[in-house]
């Protein structure tokens, strides 16, 4: 990961040359993630994106004529420190919205902070299902919390079909220990007995545990032809290792997370052949991503992004926003969760174009078509199956029929 405080710096002063001088107090938007620790190329390429699109979006003459001005904070991907970073920028900043959220646990101990505020809050990473359920009726009047990540519900269902359709029914469950990872998992076993299928094998492992052997033997005793770990980038890897290192090789599909550059940087070789969902692929087949993708690299000074989904879906949630005040001609926050879920115009992202992609009762972006399956090959994330290869410059819309 070649990213450094002084391009960060660097990128930010040319993004501020580049826009105009402003008459008109700034809109304050939160930007918070992990900068720092095991989940950083996550927070660091999501809030790389979100400042591209502020920077263009500022360039073109901002949101009803005033600048944004993105406020950063670090939440390190601790709870208490989440919660509290939301309290200041309600409180303090006076944020008229924050997107961020990497962390499931994070999400759910800082969220209802805007909930009760009633501020529009954006997961634009965090995929844990009950996010977005959180504050739904009949218990909530409104719901202030959205998303434009693939939700464990999708990731899950995607894992399990996958492995099936590989003809495997001897499934092992592998998941960390973090909300995140239970949440996951629990999403996981209950789409297995949908099908019908008991997995032979379900086992923890914590953060940062470096060594998977006793999960990966009773897997392997079990009979297990095919792994599906849901957890992030560092132990993901430690997991193709310990596999590597039995010298067993079946299939692993996992969450999304094994795209991250810690997942490639840790597993080596160990990881290619590895696949998991995936909303965005570092292809640059439409104009869109083409230029999103120039503007990372150059900007940036990198020849990928760290994390590409979490990139492109920061990128992304920063245009969704602008749209919905836009719209919603203020900053009150309750005319803009309301624009939110009646946006009027299409909006044109890197991972789809979003067509009315929220309404009062769904305020999840990402339906399960809008998903494909990444591969790990050679230090880079690659479409995993031909087809969807074949069909990268087809924007998927949302199905209507998505929950």
């Not at 965090?126 to 909530?140: C, H, L, M, S, V």
Request: charged share 20%.
């Amino acid at each position: 990961m070649r990213f450094t405080v002084g391009a960060s710096a660097l990128a930010l002063a040319c993004a501020l040359a580049l826009t105009p001088a402003w008459a008109a107090d700034p809109i304050k938007i939160g930007l918070t993630g992990p900068y720092t620790g095991g989940s950083s190329s996550m927070g660091v390429s999501m809030r790389d994106g979100a400042k591209l699109a502020a920077a263009e979006i500022n360039k073109a003459g901002g949101v009803l004529g005033r600048p944004i001005q993105l406020v950063e904070r670090d939440d390190e991907a601790k709870n208490e420190v989440g919660a509290q970073v939301a309290q200041e920028l309600i409180s303090k900043e006076k944020v008229v919205a924050t997107v961020g959220f990497i962390n499931t646990g994070v999400a759910l101990a800082a969220q209802r902070f805007y909930q009760e505020a009633e501020i529009p809050v954006f997961n634009n990473v965090a995929t844990g299902t009950i996010i977005t359920n959180q504050f739904k009726e009949p218990d909530y009047d409104a719901n202030y919390v959205f998303r434009n990540s693939a939700y464990d519900v999708l990731q899950a269902g995607l894992m399990v079909d996958e492995a099936l359709a590989q003809g495997h029914k001897k499934i092992a469950v592998l998941a960390d220990s973090t909300n995140y990872g239970q949440l996951g998992r629990e999403d996981i076993e209950k789409y297995l007995a949908s099908k019908g299928v008991k997995p032979v094998a379900v086992e923890k492992f914590n953060i940062k545990d470096v060594d998977m052997t006793a999960q990966l033997l009773k897997a392997q005793q079990a009979g297990a032809e095919v792994i599906l770990a849901y957890g992030i980038g560092p132990e993901l890897a430690q997991i193709s290792n310990g596999m590597a290192k039995l010298g067993w090789k079946v299939p692993m599909i996992t969450s999304w997370p094994s795209s991250m550059q810690s997942f490639i940087d840790i597993a080596g070789a160990n990881g290619n052949g590895v696949i998991m969902p995936q909303t965005f692929i570092e292809d640059q087949t439409l104009p869109k991503r083409k230029a999103f993708l120039e503007n990372y690299y150059k900007t940036y000074g990198v020849t990928k992004i760290p994390t590409p989904v979490a990139g492109a879906q920061g990128y992304d949630s920063i245009f969704l926003l602008a749209a919905a005040i836009k719209q919603a001609g203020s900053t009150d926050g309750a005319k803009i969760r309301t624009a939110l879920e009646n946006l009027n115009e299409k909006v044109e992202g890197v991972v789809t174009t979003y067509d009315k992609p929220f309404t009062a009762k769904d305020h999840n972006a990402i339906s399960r078509n809008m998903v494909v399956f990444g591969k790990v090959q050679d230090g880079k994330i690659v479409y995993a199956k031909p087809e969807d290869a074949k069909n990268a410059g087809i924007v998927r819309l949302k199905e209507k029929t998505s929950n």
